[in-house]
C-alpha cells in the first residue's frame, strides 16, 4: 500500500536556526498537509497546499515558517529561525481530492510517521 | 465551527473484551468524522471514516463507529480487544465546508491488559 515517507525521523536543531522538513506524499495524490502535534497536547493543523500555492492555514503558520514542493514528489516545511517552542512532532498528510459537492466526497488525509524535532 | 471531545484521555480493558472509546463533535454542517491510532513512534494510520452514507462504519481490524446525529456523537467500539490494539485513537471532524484542515481530539490511550 502507497505510504507517505518523511525525513528525517529525528532532528536535533540549536535555537535560531534554520530546518527543513521533508515529505514524499502519495504519488497521486494532490492535497498536501503539515500538522504538529506538541508533546502532551493535540494534533494541530499547520497549512495545506495544493497547486502550488497555500490554500490555507492556521494561525501557528506565521512568517518563520514556509512549504514548497519543489520537485515533482517532495514536499517540505521550513522553519526560518527555530525556537524552543517548536519542538515538537511535524506530521506530513496527503490526500487524493477534495469534493467540490460537499463532505460526502471528501477524502481521507494518509499520514507520515512523522519527525520528531526538538530545539535545544 | 467545528470541535471534537474525547471523553476518555485513558481507557484499560482486558485483552478478549469489547471495546468503546467515546468521541462527541460539534460542526456547522453535515461533517465527515474520522478515527486515526497512532501507535508508539508511528504515524497516524486511518482505522475509517463517515461521510454522510451508512451511520454504521466498519474499519480496519475489527473496528467500528456509529453516527448519531441527535447525539453528536461517533463512538468507536470493537467486540473483542487484542494485544496489538494498545495505542493512542484520535476522533477527527473535518471543517466547514471549503476548508481542509482536520480538527483533532486530544485523543484517548488505549491499554490492553492480557
Known amino acids: 500500500e502507497p505510504e507517505v515517507t518523511q525525513t528525517p525521523s529525528h532532528q536535533v536543531t540549536q535555537m535560531g536556526q534554520e530546518v527543513i522538513l521533508r515529505c514524499v506524499p502519495i504519488s497521486n495524490h494532490l492535497y498536501f498537509y503539515w500538522y504538529r502535534q506538541i508533546l502532551g497536547q493535540k494534533v494541530e493543523f499547520l497549512v495545506s497546499?495544493?497547486?502550488?500555492?497555500?490554500?490555507?492555514k492556521s494561525e501557528i503558520f506565521d512568517d518563520q515558517f514556509s512549504v514548497e514542493r519543489p520537485d515533482g514528489s517532495n514536499f517540505t516545511l521550513k522553519i526560518r529561525s527555530t525556537k524552543l517552542e517548536d519542538s515538537a512532532m511535524y506530521f506530513c498528510?496527503?490526500?487524493?481530492?477534495?469534493?467540490?459537492?460537499?463532505?460526502?466526497?471528501?477524502?481521507?488525509?494518509?499520514f507520515g510517521d512523522g519527525t520528531r524535532l526538538s530545539i535545544l | 465551527a467545528q470541535s471534537v471531545t474525547q471523553l476518555d484521555s485513558h481507557v484499560s480493558v482486558s485483552e478478549g473484551t469489547p471495546v468503546l472509546l467515546r468521541c462527541n463533535y460539534s460542526?456547522?454542517?453535515?461533517?465527515?468524522l474520522f478515527w486515526y491510532v497512532q501507535h508508539p513512534n508511528k504515524g497516524l494510520q486511518l482505522l475509517l471514516k463517515?461521510?454522510?452514507?451508512?451511520?454504521l462504519v466498519k474499519g480496519i481490524n475489527g473496528f467500528e463507529a456509529e453516527f448519531k446525529k441527535s447525539e453528536t456523537s461517533f463512538h468507536l467500539t470493537k467486540p473483542s480487544a487484542h494485544m496489538s490494539d494498545a495505542a493512542e485513537y484520535f476522533c477527527?471532524?473535518?471543517?466547514?465546508?471549503?476548508?481542509?484542515?482536520?480538527?483533532f481530539g486530544s485523543g484517548t490511550r488505549l491499554q490492553v491488559q492480557p
Open positions: 460542526s456547522s454542517y453535515s461533517p465527515s
Open positions: 497546499f495544493y497547486n502550488n500555492e497555500i490554500s490555507e
Open positions: 477527527v471532524v473535518t471543517p466547514d465546508t471549503g476548508r481542509r484542515a482536520l480538527t
Open positions: 463517515y461521510t454522510s452514507a451508512a451511520t
Open positions: 498528510a496527503s490526500s487524493e481530492r477534495w469534493g467540490l459537492q460537499g463532505p460526502a466526497l471528501n477524502q481521507p488525509q494518509h
